[in-house]
């Protein structure tokens, strides 16, 4: 099945500094990916639609300067929490749709980044 | 709005089967799915029912109900393993994914 990674699996920033979360697909390109933000035992929460090639599309709520999204190649989209408060802590999870094959947009989900800021 | 609506837990006992429903208002249809996630990881694809009926998957099968914006997750001859949480997500007319907020299901020996 399609394989979609991320980079790191978790990370401990101080307030204020920047992260930058990595998302790949492994063996197939998506022209779109997803980021998700997941708080304890709350569902996920689609933060931004990264396109590749243009603009993210972000979710009413969501700073955009905050949280910046750049889909660079048809594998790779990174989400940069910029100046990190602790109430960014989360759980933060990508994932990109494949079109093609039995299940029509199924989406395969990264193995999800914890982030954790003191 | 668009919600989604499922039980927040349910338990059950190993070996035993347990049901877990799903209620959906959207903006469109475009197929509804079924997830499952264990504690600290990433969600995993069990299911994705686009027409009314029963789609079965080995232990797992799932319904789905259009007029009735209904569906449900079985889950037979239930193992220690199967204890996550269990999303429901419908994917509305603009192909984005609804989710709903998870049913932690709780296996007991």
């Known amino acids: 099945g399609a394989v979609v990674s991320q980079h790191p699996s978790w990370v401990i920033c101080k307030s204020g500094t920047s992260v930058k979360i990595e998302c790949r697909s492994l063996?197939?390109?998506?022209?779109?990916m997803f980021w998700y933000r997941q708080f304890p035992k709350q569902s996920l929460m689609l933060m931004a639609t990264?396109?590749?090639?243009?603009?993210?599309?972000?979710e009413q709520g969501v700073e955009k300067d905050k949280f910046l999204i750049n889909h660079a190649s048809l594998t790779l989209s990174t989400l940069t929490v910029t100046s990190a408060h602790p109430e960014d802590s989360s759980f933060y999870i990508c994932?990109?749709?494949?079109?093609?094959?039995?299940?029509?947009?199924?989406?395969?989900f990264g193995p999800g980044t914890r982030l954790t800021v003191t | 709005g668009q919600n989604i609506d499922q039980p927040t837990e349910m338990t059950a006992t190993e070996g035993a089967i347990v049901q877990i429903n799903c209620t959906y208002q959207?903006?469109?249809?475009?197929?509804l799915f079924w997830y499952q996630q264990h504690a600290g990881e990433a969600p995993t694809f069990l299911s994705y029912?686009?027409l009314d009926g029963l789609e079965e998957k080995g232990r797992f099968s799932s319904f789905l109900s259009r007029s009735k914006g209904y569906s449900y997750l079985l889950l037979k001859e239930l193992q220690m393993k199967d204890s996550a949480s269990y999303l429901c997500?419908?994917?509305?007319?603009?192909?984005?994914?609804?989710w709903g907020a998870g049913t932690k299901l709780i296996i007991k020996p």
């Open positions: 994932s990109a749709p494949k079109t093609s094959g039995r299940e029509p947009y199924e989406q395969y």
């Open positions: 063996d197939f390109q998506a022209t779109t």
């Open positions: 990264s396109n590749e090639g243009s603009k993210a599309t972000y």
């Open positions: 959207t903006s469109g249809f475009n197929g």
């Open positions: 029912n686009v």
């Open positions: 997500a419908v994917m509305d007319s603009n192909y984005q994914l609804i």
